[in-house]
């Protein structure tokens, strides 16, 4: 088998519990099958919306929408392809969620957060290595996996991670409900003229009956309903 195909397939392996909701399980799954390499698939698996998808959601004709997966220098094809995703969640993941989440709940509280493992010469020296040190069978960090298994039960350090997220899953079917309706209201989207109505509803209506593999679409739509409430009313 190819190495593509093989890190294709690792690539996907990562990800092989996200979960698809039937509204768009063929769309996505064409998606990823139109990706013109590993570093594309990465791409299209942590959309919300594809660009196919944006266009039936939205009343307006869209442009196409650039995001650092078209950075020509991040994914400059004399680089790995490990490397080129890599080189993407550096630039996004990293900085734009996990570190500033971190920085905003430390600061808050007075306290100086510290990344040992972001270390300028540890993360070059993790740069330079190949990718199979990198990624392996659908698992990263496999050399630092190795060093802690001599200090830490395999048990604990193969567990699924455990994050600090908070169930506005279940807040939003629950305390939050009102909000989230008021966000979602017919009468606040026909008057909008941004979204379809019918699509947005749809979408809505299926997280209301219990179907939570779709929030991640219904809370984006509902952080950009609350922005536009205030600034653009």
């Known amino acids: 088998m190819k190495k593509t195909a093989v890190l ?10 996200r979960p698809l909701h039937h509204i768009d399980r063929m769309s996505r799954i064409q998606s ?96 330079s290595l190949p990718s199979n040190y990198k990624l392996r069978n659908g698992v990263g960090k496999s050399i630092l996996r190795s060093i802690v298994h001599k200090h830490v039960p395999k048990e604990i350090m193969n567990r699924p991670k455990m994050g600090f997220g ?22 606040f989207l026909n008057k909008q003229k941004i979204f379809s109505t019918k699509k947005v509803r749809q979408l809505y209506e299926e997280y209301l009956s219990g179907n939570k593999q779709c929030f991640d679409r219904v809370w984006e739509i509902f952080i950009f309903q609350q922005w536009y409430k205030r600034w653009m009313e």
């Not at 294709?8 to 519990?17: G, K, P, S, Y």
């Not at 629950?174 to 909000?179: A, H, N, R, V």
């Open 166 to 187: 908070i169930p506005i899953d279940n807040w939003g079917q629950k305390e939050l409900k009102p909000l989230f309706d008021e966000m979602f209201d017919i009468d």
């Open 8 to 17: 294709a397939i690792d690539v996907l392996n990562i990800f092989r519990e």
């Open 32 to 127: 990823y099958l139109q990706a013109k390499d590993p570093a594309m698939i990465f791409n299209r698996i942590n959309q919300t919306f594809t660009e196919h998808e944006i266009t039936t959601f939205m009343k307006m004709k869209t442009a196409h929408l650039y995001n650092h997966f078209m950075n020509d220098y991040l994914l400059n094809k004399s680089n790995d392809e490990v490397d080129r995703i890599i080189a993407i969640d550096y630039q996004t993941f990293l900085v734009d969620d996990i570190l500033q989440k971190v920085d905003r709940a430390t600061s808050y509280f007075s306290l100086e957060g510290r990344e040992p493992l972001l270390d300028y010469r540890i993360s070059e020296f993790a740069a």
